[in-house]
């Protein structure tokens, strides 16, 4: 993986994900690297992109595979696209070392 699918800042990440809506199941499924160079997490769930849903349930979905509070994340970009960008508040590090667990499976 050339470029990492996440930034590091003194209150948080930054988490770049391509969310596919009507996915089957809810599951993170590894990194992809888009042709821009951008990598990306791939999420799919199981919500409707309507009202919001798919980005709440992709937002509970990181939030238990990073074993953070759902509060702690929120789609801060991309709230009506594919490629998003979601918030994860806390410690930089912690959540750095957990972001890596996460995309190692």
Do not use: H
């Not at 959540?95 to 667990?101: G, P, Q, R, T």
């Amino acid at each position: 993986m050339s470029a990492a699918p996440f930034e590091t800042d003194a209150a948080g990440i930054r988490l770049f994900v391509r969310l596919t809506p009507r996915g089957g199941r809810d599951a993170l499924e590894g990194v992809e690297t888009r042709a821009d160079g951008r990598a990306v997490v791939k999420a799919r769930v199981r919500a409707v992109p309507e009202k919001g849903a798919a980005n709440a349930a992709l937002e509970a979905l990181v939030a238990g595979a990073l074993r953070v509070p759902r509060s702690a994340v929120s789609v801060t970009a991309g709230a009506t696209r594919r490629v998003k960008t979601l918030r994860i508040a806390g410690d930089p590090e912690t959540l750095n070392e957990a972001v890596k667990a996460m995309l190692r499976g």
